[in-house]
């Protein structure tokens, strides 16, 4: 089914890229439904959308990452959308791996928001997309899944594996007869946003939301599959990757 | 960790430390735990000489603060966070037929640093300057209990009164609300008059009173019968046309800080000859917003073009009466100097209206300058400017200046003790206390 103004559902809704994405789409008159923890946020954050010319704006409040009430919130969120066009997942802590070397706890939460609860979000939306026939799925990934480093393997580790569920999960798309389905992971490197506000910032490397909303945005048009943002970092993990072993122990990256 | 920060005009550059604001609660916070002595709002760093910077101190970075807190786009009122840029403003209200009221030679500048400087344009001689167009704003102050407050005309209004202008040094500005200006077309038809003398400018202002927009690009090696002699430049909205808003990606970078060569007397008098005689010089037509206001937009660090040493903006403004003898003897100083400017734009304004306390333009004629920074051979050629401009009671403007003497300040703008007692104690800036000291 085809509709005039498409409706894109924002998981992680108060992140700074996600906002960003959001306002893109608010621009283009379409309908938002954003989605996160943070009530008092997400309403500035609808308030914010609906001035800037959405069609819709609403907001639904829970965990996303909690990945045992994915069909529950998945079911109420469509009775509050009607249908849905795009997704895009973009919620996750970067946290400080310090930290979850000390606890077993902070660890295994990380992964079940970083990878299990996404990955349950990503294959809902497949569900019904397929369904539906057509859709698009978006997952903000990262440059730290292309390879394991001492300073944040437990973040880059669930990152990796998303980027390997996202790569099947695309494999499978094209292979679907009745629906057209794309599948989109995007990797950035380092963005300027409140999550990142403890590292040293400026430089060439460091991009604004904006700049990666706007990627986000071509990469779906152009029916895009690994998408690295901005497009640099496909070259610096090129090498970074390739560094064999006895190189890369000395590095303290 | 102290980070260096230039200013747009890249001569000052001092040590700051810089705080993020991502939240309205963080300004509050931000203001009540500052450890390096004073704190100033920093938004796109727009400002030329050390209005905008707080050697030693803190800058309070406001970019982030960018939300639309209500719209009305039936009546075009929009009250936004203070961070939001007017070129981010402008992607989300002329697709709606609304513009700004009043816009600068940049949209790269925050809504709150639009009412600090309570910045003017060319449709002054219409409306005065931006703070007629400010409706609400409120205020986060470290001296207040009950902060942030909203003032309005009509609601503190004194407070309101002097943070129009005040130089982000009343308190730090949250959000603000705004009067935007209706339009049906994104394009202006414009008329661009090459004129031979400054007697041709003011009879040209004066016959294109009613037109919405005008300005003049000045020729600075222009002497003799000719002094003064430029393009005029006058336009209004089109009444029909599309509103297309402008492009928000694609820009050129200058890749490089230009070597100070560069931007030399006889470079200047080629690109002004060239300027002069390009066919846009007579040009009448349509023109898209983003041409017409926002020319140097289009290249990213523009102001790289001036060299490792960054350059002087200069711009005055001297009263109806004894404008043109003014701009007369500083033309003359600046051709006899050969430090010709790059951009000199001149503009007859009209009576200010807005109720901004520190406001700088008034009715009269104002002329603005830029230099690139040859040391004291600069300097000097801008004090004998500021001796003429002091000695026909004209004022300099604070968004621009880096070198004005605090005697001048203090004379031309009487008000200023007034801010000193007024303003928040926790909020300073290098510029402040450069002209606040006692003479």
């Known amino acids: 089914m085809k509709h005039e103004n498409p409706t894109v559902l924002v998981l992680g809704g108060t992140s700074a890229v996600a906002m960003a994405y959001a306002r893109n789409a608010a621009k283009a008159e379409e309908n938002i439904v954003l989605v996160g923890r943070n009530k008092s946020k997400l309403e500035a954050n609808v308030v914010d959308l609906k001035a800037r010319g959405a069609k819709s704006v609403q907001s639904y409040v829970c965990d996303l990452g909690d990945s045992t009430e994915v069909e529950a919130h998945w079911s ?64 903000i990934g990262s440059v730290a899944g292309d390879r ?103 590095s303290s990256l | 960790m102290p980070s260096r920060i230039k200013s747009w005009g890249r001569v000052f550059d001092y040590d700051h430390h810089i705080r993020e604001i991502s939240a309205a609660s963080d ?119 009950n902060s942030p407050v909203i003032c309005t005309p009509l609601q503190n209004k004194k407070l309101f009164d002097l943070t129009i202008g005040a130089l982000g040094l009343s308190g730090i500005i949250e959000w603000v609300e705004i009067q935007l200006k209706p339009i049906s077309s994104s394009f202006l038809y414009v008329e661009n008059i090459p004129y031979n003398s400054l007697d041709e400018f003011i009879e040209l202002s004066t016959s294109s009173q009613d037109w919405e927009y005008s300005v003049a690009w000045v020729d600075c090696f222009s002497r003799g019968k000719e002094l003064g002699r430029g393009i005029f430049s006058r336009a209004n909205f089109s009444k029909v046309g599309t509103l297309d808003v402008h492009n928000s990606q694609s820009r050129l970078t200058w890749p490089f800080v230009t070597p100070s060569f560069f931007l030399n007397k006889a470079s200047i008098k080629v690109f002004n000859l060239l300027y002069r005689k390009r066919s846009g010089a007579k040009y009448c037509g349509y023109t898209h917003y983003d041409s017409f206001f926002y020319p140097l937009d289009g290249i990213n660090n523009w102001n790289k073009l001036y060299g490792k040493k960054g350059f002087y903006q200069h711009q005055c403004i001297i009263n ?72 026909y009671s004209g004022r300099l403007y604070p968004a621009k200046d880096g070198h004005m003497s605090a005697k001048h300040f203090q004379s031309s703008y009487p008000q200023w003790t007034y801010l000193e007692q007024h303003k928040d104690p926790a909020l300073s800036s290098s510029f402040w206390r450069r002209v606040s000291k006692t003479v």
């Not at chain 1, 990142?196 to 910032?201: A, F, R, S, V």
Request: charged residues 20%; hydrophobic residues 40%; aromatic residues 8%.
């Open chain 1, 76 to 139: 109420a969120l469509l009775t509050l959308a009607g249908h849905v066009d795009r997704v895009l997942l973009a919620y996750g802590v970067l946290g400080e791996q310090s930290e979850s070397q000390d606890s077993a706890n902070i660890l295994r939460r990380s992964l079940e928001i970083n990878f299990v609860s996404t990955a349950l979000w990503s294959e809902r939306a497949f569900q019904y997309f397929r369904q539906h026939g057509s859709g698009q799925i978006t997952v």
């Open chain 1, 148 to 250: 394991g480093r001492q300073s944040n393997y437990h973040y880059g580790a669930a990152k990796g594996a998303l980027a390997i569920f996202m790569d099947g999960m695309a494999h499978r798309a094209a292979k679907l007869k009745e629906a057209k389905l794309k599948i989109l992971l995007i990797k950035p490197g380092f963005i300027d946003t409140p999550m990142t506000d403890h590292l040293e910032k400026g430089g060439p490397l460091w991009a604004s939301p904006e700049k990666i909303a706007a990627i986000i945005r071509k990469s779906e048009r152009r029916g895009k599959r690994v998408v690295y943002a901005p497009w640099f970092w496909r070259f610096i993990l090129m090498i970074i990757r390739y560094l064999p072993f006895f190189v890369f122990k000395r």
């Open chain 2, 27 to 145: 300004i509050s916070d931000s203001l009540k735990t500052c450890v390096s002595g004073s704190s100033l709002a920093y938004g796109m760093g727009r400002s030329y000489g050390d209005s905008n910077l707080n050697a030693s101190g803190a800058l309070l970075k406001t970019t982030r603060l960018k939300a639309f807190l209500k719209a009305d786009w039936e009546a075009g009122v929009v009250k936004v966070q203070a961070g939001l840029t007017l070129g981010e403003l402008l992607q989300v209200c002329v697709p709606k037929g609304w513009f700004l009221p009043v816009s600068p030679g940049t949209k790269y500048v925050t809504v709150g640093g639009a009412v600090a400087n309570n910045i003017h344009g060319k449709n002054h001689h219409k409306v005065g300057s931006f703070g007629n167009f400010v409706r609400a704003l409120s205020l986060h102050r470290s001296d207040l209990k």
């Open chain 2, 320 to 391: 109806r009466a004894q404008g043109k003898a003014a701009i007369t003897e500083i033309l003359k100083v600046i051709e006899a100097s050969g430090q010709g400017s790059f951009l000199a734009v001149l503009k007859l304004h009209g009576p200010e209206t807005s109720p901004g306390k520190m406001s700088f333009c008034m009715e009269g004629l104002s002329l603005a300058l830029d230099f690139p920074n040859k040391g004291n051979k600069t300097t000097a050629l801008l004090n004998e400017i500021d001796t003429i401009v002091e000695k």
